[in-house]
């Protein structure tokens, strides 16, 4: 693989490579690079792998090859400890919603006392998800770049610096993906412009791609700028306006928002594809209602931004708030005026590089993405076509459009059918592109992979793992368990399960395919944990943060975890602490999402096979990620058993099977039994 690497590095082409478990591909694709010198991006899709690259991997390799090199880790501007915000929330007794915070914000000010880097992961004592990060990190739209006080020492200003200089710079997809959204616009860069970008966990960049090349506007903006406007506008222009009476119809139409998508709740993944909408009359005059106060608004701020820095902000958020919902405002009608253009500094214009503060919880804030330019847009009475699709004269039918509720808010989400285009334009020419991941192909086929990515003329290569797996694993499909669709599957599936788990004596890791199916499955766990008074820890996606899932699970302490979809890859459990993973149901996705649901009718429509063509394909690359949290060192073991009987009775079946790992297969449950008493009592 390192040849490989070599090569494409040499004559700057593309190599798409799928490595297994144990190959060692970090160092693979580290060491020629190191070797071709040049400016190197290093790009992940999460941040553990980020900072274990740039932490250990990366250090490592630099020494043992005498090669010293210049190496810097660039995150969004969410993961920064804010100066200026973390004075203004000392200064706010009013800032702390609960004792909790209060405990946090204590630690964050000893942090803030001693940290270099200000990088929030280094504080262990504060969780990644906690609300008070909210509070001392900046955002693009609270951010006064220059006009900043702090600017001298603001810690997202100094590791940008020290990446622009550094030979070696790790970032994420998100942050490759907001600087490729900026590219194409004609925005100043946020990445150094390198020689070559390395992307490591490639599979997931279809989904970062469609999410930042698209667009986003919730409820909670509107009501953060409504908040920012009153509080900086009673603070700073007192007399020049009633703030008060300015503000209340923003907060006002954000909640007529969630009233009229609050049947959106209810349906599945609490989504709604806009042509869907349950009550669109209502949806249509909380826009115009949203879109006459951003209008307002944003003229009174624009009006003072001579008094302070943060009016100048405000008015250059009114109008890009005001450009964002006007695409979602009724075709028929006319739509109120648009608030003044404001220039501002475009350099900061990262959104966060998916940790925008634009939800409830850590996965919502890095789901959340902001558009990167100044709107000023007149008042047509049109729907407006996405920025992208504008851009490229496409058709609006390129794009999908969505609606979802989360906890407090609702998000208004556009994404491009084919991220290809805008993804491949993009690269500077002679530029090199290494992607890999344990599962980009489907056995032998990178077709789909390169397909979404507009990766047309890309080399591929495939390097198998090491393991032993016919001696090390063992695959079981349950003879005669029910179909996954029938009523009695989750009983049947962990009626099965029980007797693996007792001789396994815990140490289990339980993958659903749906959060019911989670509720349900530890359900009828804990009720025979009880019954038969076993002690092992049984725990539950969404009781605890992930990361104290995981830590628990690793203790050691024969632990079972029921989790879904963000459980089935970057988990590294290596040993006797995990040695069953089941996975109840084949992960094919969820027919309620409006992007696949959007892109199957658009196959359907030009005449091809959207199930060969996209619905297996991804299935294929989930199960392998899946079955991929078993074997993670040369001498681990365990059974993987996959519940639906689909993967060996039907045609297709075959396909997904023989891209998982060579173990060991048996339908009998006795055999798999027999197999992790003999591994348990070693």
């Known amino acids: 693989m390192a040849l490989a690497v070599a090569e494409t590095l040499a004559d700057g082409g593309t190599l798409v490579a799928e490595a297994g478990t144990g190959t060692g591909k970090t160092y693979a694709y580290l060491a020629p690079a190191l070797l071709r010198g040049g400016k190197v991006l290093v790009s992940t899709a999460t941040k553990t792998l980020q900072d274990q690259i740039f932490s250990r991997d990366l250090p490592q390799l630099v020494a043992a090859m005498q090669m010293p090199a210049a190496i810097a880790l660039l995150k969004g501007r969410g993961n920064y400890l804010c100066h200026l915000h973390l004075e203004r929330t000392e200064a706010d007794p009013r800032a702390l919603a609960s004792r909790e915070e209060v405990v946090h914000l204590g630690h964050i ?6 940290t270099r880097t200000g990088d929030i992961a280094e504080l262990a004592e504060v969780p990644d998800n906690a609300s008070i990060w909210g509070k001392v990190t900046s955002t693009r739209d609270n951010c006064l770049g220059t006009e900043c006080g702090f ?49 490591d966990e490639a599979h997931q960049l279809p989904t970062v791609a469609t999410r930042f090349l698209g667009e986003s506007v919730s409820t909670h903006q509107m009501l953060e700028l409504a908040r920012d406007s009153l509080n900086t506008g009673l ?19 954000a909640r007529e928002l969630r009233l009229a998508c609050a049947a959106i709740e209810r349906m599945p993944g609490q989504k709604s594809a806009f042509e869907a909408l349950p009550d669109p009359e209502a949806f249509d005059a909380a826009i115009l209602a949203a879109l006459e106060a951003a209008g307002t608004l944003g003229k009174v701020v624009a009006a003072v931004r001579e008094r302070h820095p943060d009016f100048e902000l405000l008015a250059r958020r009114a109008a890009e708030l005001f450009g964002r919902l006007l695409r979602w405002a009724p075709e028929a009608q006319p739509v109120p005026p648009a608030p003044p253009a404001v220039e501002g500094p475009s350099a900061w214009d990262d959104d966060g590089a998916g940790d925008a503060l634009d939800g409830d919880s850590a996965d919502e804030r890095t789901a959340a993405h902001h558009d990167a330019e100044q709107l000023s847009l007149p008042g047509a009475p049109v729907r407006r076509k996405p920025r992208a699709a504008a851009a490229d004269s496409e058709d609006d039918a390129d794009w999908v459009r969505w609606i979802e509720t989360t906890t407090h808010h609702v998000r208004l989400q556009a994404a491009p059918l084919s991220v290809a285009k805008a993804f491949s334009r993009h690269r500077p020419e002679g530029q090199a592109w290494i992607l890999t991941s344990a599962t980009l192909a489907v056995r032998t086929d990178f077709s789909h992979f390169t397909r979404q990515l507009g990766l047309w003329e890309a080399r591929t290569g495939q390097w198998e793992s090491p393991f032993d797996y016919p001696n090390c694993g063992m695959l079981f499909v349950p003879q005669g368990i029910p179909a996954p669709d029938r009523p009695e599957f989750t009983q049947a599936f962990v009626d099965t399960l029980v007797p693996l788990i007792e001789a396994n004596q815990g140490s289990a890791l339980i993958l659903c395919t749906t ?18 008074g076993w002690k092992w820890p049984l725990l539950r996606q969404g009781e605890r943060t992930r990361r104290e899932l995981l830590e628990t699970l690793r203790t050691g302490n024969h632990a079972v975890l029921v989790g879904s979809a963000s459980f089935w890859e970057g988990i590294d459990v290596p040993g006797d602490a995990l040695t069953l993973v089941a996975i109840d149901k084949l992960p094919f996705a969820p027919p309620d999402d409006p992007v696949i649901d959007a892109r199957i009718k658009e196959s359907r429509k030009r005449g091809g096979n959207p199930f060969f ?47 998982l790992p060579p173990f060991a297969r048996s339908r009998n449950r006795e055999d798999v039994v027999a197999f992790l008493r003999e591994r348990r009592g070693r």
Not at 619 to 631: C, E, H
């Open 613 to 659: 063509e996209f619905q297996l394909p991804q299935a294929a690359i989930a199960l392998k990620q899946g079955a991929g949290r078993l074997i993670r060192r040369e001498s681990d073991w365990g059974v993987l058993m996959v519940a639906d009987r689909r993967l060996v009775e039907k045609p297709y079946g075959k396909l997904l099977w023989r891209g």
């Open 151 to 199: 600017y001298r020492d603001c810690h997202v200003v100094k590791a940008r610096k020290a990446a622009m200089e550094a030979e070696v710079v790790v970032v994420n997809h998100a942050l490759f993906l907001a600087d490729l959204a900026l590219r194409g616009e004609g925005i100043a860069e946020l990445l150094p412009r390198a020689d070559c970008v390395i992307f």
């Open 109 to 114: 000010r000893k942090f803030a006392k001693r």
């Open 235 to 253: 603070a700073q222009a007192r007399e020049s306006a009633d703030w008060v009476a300015l503000a209340q119809p923003l907060e006002q139409a």
């Open 515 to 532: 959060l019911r199916a989670v509720d349900t499955v530890h359900r009828l766990l804990s009720a025979v944990f009880a019954e038969r």
